[in-house]
């Protein structure tokens, strides 16, 4: 009954969103993972948002779970340090997941001196390794240029940073992968993922590459509404809103039914030559269709939309804010056994999630809090490295290393 991944360690060297959400992903299925950091943190450990003390919520969100040492890393005892850390002895040891830059001191070549076998996952930017970021990558995708109110003229940024999470994802999957080659043939290996590649081929893989290729035509912005079915966002009798969608003749189905809606249908399918029963009908003739759902919802609260479509089997769902989500809706609750509040260092008492993953044969790891900057660094040395008390103090008193301030 216990997680997934026990006994596997993972040494993270990183900062920002990508490398640091593929370590936490593994830490939450109960791998040991180890973050280290330059003495004082890195260039994630005072992002925004933060408390108004300080405190990083977006540091202590990207961390839960894992283990943390503080290492002066402009100096070589400290560099030496992380480079035993990364690559001392066990089966299920010497994983180094990184988006640091792969040379000097980290590259593959000098870690791979020290242990053959060595598995290292390193995110880069653009496959040629030069600088890119989520935001520079995502205007690059076309996906801007079809994001937006209709008509625009302008691109539009999506909030969601979408390819560092991918990216991240997929670096998770990928060193389990690496992992997996290892256990059976003894080799390691280094796996470079470009950030630009995981956005691009995710344009790919839904089809929108190719469409640019066949019809040479761009897509075009639609605000809110779905490309290719039926969805639409509309506004509810308390000022509310709520995104529809059909995409499938069930989902479409339940949706006629709930606003009653039917009996306006043949004239629209007369009108405009389509058949309602076809997703992509439904999305030519959407304008046609909102026109006789809007009035039904114009006349609804939220709550009563919510005991309506709940009935019927609509496929919808309320817009939110952030503050709104984590005050009304129970899917963002203890009550889902995938969030527990606890007690975060330096934050508060907090609700936080574990893994989304629920496995039938093991336990679901309960959700464990970010650890102070620092706060396993004799820990590690000891339990690691092997270190001595007084050889751990020695390294604190010559500044290599410090511990997690309370």
Same mark, same amino acid.
């Given at each position: ?30 791998? %040991? ?8 943190? $890195? ?8 408390? !108004? ?24 005892? $400290? ?13 299920? &040891? ?28 390193? /995110? ?39 390819? !560092? ?5 997929? &670096?998770?999957?990928?060193?389990? &992968? ?18 630009? %590649? ?5 344009? &790919? ?8 290729? +066949? ?9 809110? !509404? +779905? ?5 639409? %966002? ?20 339940? +949706? ?18 389509? %058949?309602?029963?076809?997703? $992509? ?11 006789? /759902?809007?009035?039904? /919802? ?84 000891? !339990? ?19 511990? $997690?301030?309370?």
């Amino acid at each position: 009954m216990t997680p997934v991944l026990t006994g596997l360690r993972i040494v993270e060297g990183s900062a920002f969103v990508a490398a640091p959400l593929g370590g936490m992903t593994l830490a939450q299925l109960g791998a %040991d993972v180890i973050r280290f950091d330059a003495i004082g943190g $890195g260039l994630d450990f005072h992002r925004w948002p933060v408390t !108004d003390e300080g405190v990083s919520l977006f540091w202590t969100g990207l961390n839960k779970g894992k283990r943390s040492i503080q290492v002066d890393l402009r100096r070589p005892e $400290g560099r030496e340090l992380v480079a035993d850390i990364i690559t001392a002895p066990g089966p299920e &040891a010497g994983i180094f997941l990184s988006n640091f830059p792969e040379g000097g001191w980290l590259s593959d070549a000098a870690l791979r001196s020290r242990r053959e076998d060595l598995i290292y996952v390193n /995110i880069i930017g653009n496959p040629d390794e030069s600088t890119a970021v989520d935001y520079t990558v995502n205007p690059s995708s076309g996906f801007a240029y079809a994001t937006g109110p209709s008509g625009s003229a302008n691109p539009t940024n999506h909030v969601l940073p979408a390819w !560092d999470t991918a990216t991240g994802l997929t &670096a998770a999957v990928g060193l389990l &992968a690496a992992e997996r080659y290892r256990s059976r043939t003894g080799e390691g290996q280094l796996v470079k993922i470009s950030l630009t %590649d995981v956005a691009f081929a995710m344009v &790919a893989n839904l089809g929108y590459l190719a469409q640019a290729q +066949l019809t040479n035509e761009d897509r075009i912005q639609i605000g809110n !509404d +779905l490309y290719g079915a039926f969805g639409r %966002d509309f506004p509810t009798r308390d000022g509310r809103r709520v995104m529809v969608v059909a995409i499938s003749l069930k989902q479409w189905q339940s +949706l006629v039914e709930a606003t009653g809606i039917a009996e306006h249908l043949p004239a629209v399918e007369g009108a405009l030559g389509v %058949d309602l029963r076809e997703e $992509g009908d439904r999305f030519k003739a959407r304008d046609a269709i909102a026109a006789f /759902i809007a009035p039904f /919802i114009g006349r609804h609260t939220l709550e009563e939309l919510r005991e309506i479509f709940d009935a019927r089997g609509v496929c919808w769902g309320p817009y939110q804010t952030f503050t709104q989500l984590v005050r009304e809706d129970p899917r963002c609750s203890a009550d889902n056994p995938m969030f527990t509040k606890i007690d975060q260092p330096g934050v508060g008492r907090v609700l936080i999630p574990g893994s989304p993953l629920a496995f039938s044969e093991v336990i679901r790891q309960r959700p464990v809090a970010a650890p102070r900057l620092g706060q396993h660094t004799d820990e590690i040395l000891s !339990d690691v490295l092997g270190l001595a008390g007084h050889e751990i103090g020695l390294l604190h008193d010559k500044g290599i290393v410090a511990g $997690g301030e309370r």
